[in-house]
């Protein structure tokens, strides 16, 4: 089994800022992309920011500027600053990691998902 945790969503004001946080746990050898991803009500779940095992990087057009993924393989975890925030970022968070190599037993595993963090920006 492996499971995403993630912490640090809550109330923001407009302008302010937030670090998102997701640690993976479980047998687990490597993980190729970790990202976030975000599921505002009636809205179909869309991909914030998403980050390789090597460190590259892709955003989501709205948060470039604003928004930063880094991650640390040692601790099998990815973090999102979120600066500037603004209302239309207001959503469910959500944590991926995809193509998971487990260590015991051996295999792959796509698409982990964590339970989501909800984040408000408003005044």
């Known amino acids: 089994q492996v499971q995403l945790v993630e912490s640090g969503g809550g109330l923001v004001q407009p302008g302010g800022s937030l670090r998102l946080s997701c640690a993976a746990s479980?047998?687990?050898?490597?993980?190729?992309?970790m990202g976030w991803y975000r599921q505002a009500p009636g809205e179909q779940r869309e991909l914030v920011a998403g980050?390789?095992?090597?460190?590259?990087?892709n955003y989501k057009d709205s948060v470039k500027g604003r928004f930063t993924i880094s991650r640390d393989n040692a601790k099998k975890s990815v973090y999102l600053q979120m600066n500037s925030l603004k209302p239309e970022d207001t959503a469910v968070y959500y944590c991926?990691?995809?193509?998971?190599?487990?260590?015991?037993?051996?295999?792959?595993?796509?698409?982990?998902w964590g339970q989501g963090t909800q984040v408000t920006v408003s005044s």
């Open positions: 991926n990691a995809d193509k998971v190599i487990l260590r015991t037993p051996l295999g792959t595993i796509y698409d982990v």
């Open positions: 479980g047998s687990i050898l490597s993980i190729y992309t």
């Open positions: 980050i390789t095992s090597g460190g590259s990087t």
